[in-house]
């Protein structure tokens, strides 16, 4: 091997040691750093708009996508009892259950609004990793539907009990030998400026400063 092609690959092997390195301390720093997940949904806070008594449907012209302030008279209920239907909250129409001059039972659900003005994340972090994560951490936030778009937030809330806490039957295995499962913890992450194209139920990915 000639002294040229010798110094070549001395010099690749060189850049091929401290790429190896670079990669080694950037994913250390990572991990040391930041908590991550994927397991992580678009959420806002929702509420049904029901019939408050039987009867039929009437002054329901609200589409998807309608707006309304709590305690709007969207709807009229004429029946033995007539009434008015009520927005609960300042939100947005995001479906629509029943057609005008429709017959309703008391309770019926009439509508699903979102508050999509306050919209935020829920994270499920794992067990091992939420004593490194406090109210008041910043998150680096990409949702699906916007992609190529790191929105800020900030974690608010982080849950008292894990997700499988509430489940109805323990998992369990038929060999009766116990297998420990890394359980997970909601977290609540507020959303800073987020896009139209950001919807509720929508996937996301978050990246906590600890």
């Known amino acids: 091997m000639n002294r ?77 009892q007539n009434a008015d239907v009520k927005a609960i909250m300042d939100g947005t129409i995001v479906k629509n259950q029943v057609k005008n001059g429709q017959m309703v039972q008391a309770g019926t659900t009439i509508a699903q609004e979102i508050d999509m003005k306050h919209l935020y994340i829920t994270a499920n972090i794992k067990e091992t990793d939420i004593k490194d994560i406090e109210v008041g951490n910043k998150v680096d936030v990409v949702v699906d539907g916007d992609p190529n778009t790191t ?22 295995n038929s060999s009766g030998n116990y297998t420990k499962v890394t359980q997970k913890v909601p977290v609540k992450i507020s959303l800073s400026n987020p896009s139209d194209k950001v919807l509720p139920g929508m996937n996301a990915s978050v990246k906590i400063s600890e």
């Open 151 to 172: 929105f800020d937030g900030t974690v608010e809330e982080i849950g008292y009990a894990t997700t499988s806490t509430f489940d109805m039957l323990p998992s369990s």
């Open 4 to 80: 040229g092609r010798l110094i070549l690959t001395n010099i690749i092997g060189l850049i091929v040691v401290l790429a190896i390195i670079g990669g080694g301390a950037y994913y250390y720093y990572q991990s040391t750093h930041y908590v991550k997940t994927d397991e992580a949904k678009v959420a806002g806070d929702m509420a049904a708009i029901t019939a408050p008594a039987a009867g039929k449907v009437t002054d329901w012209n609200l589409d998807e996508g309608k707006e309304v302030s709590k305690n709007d008279v969207v709807a009229k209920i004429k029946g033995q």
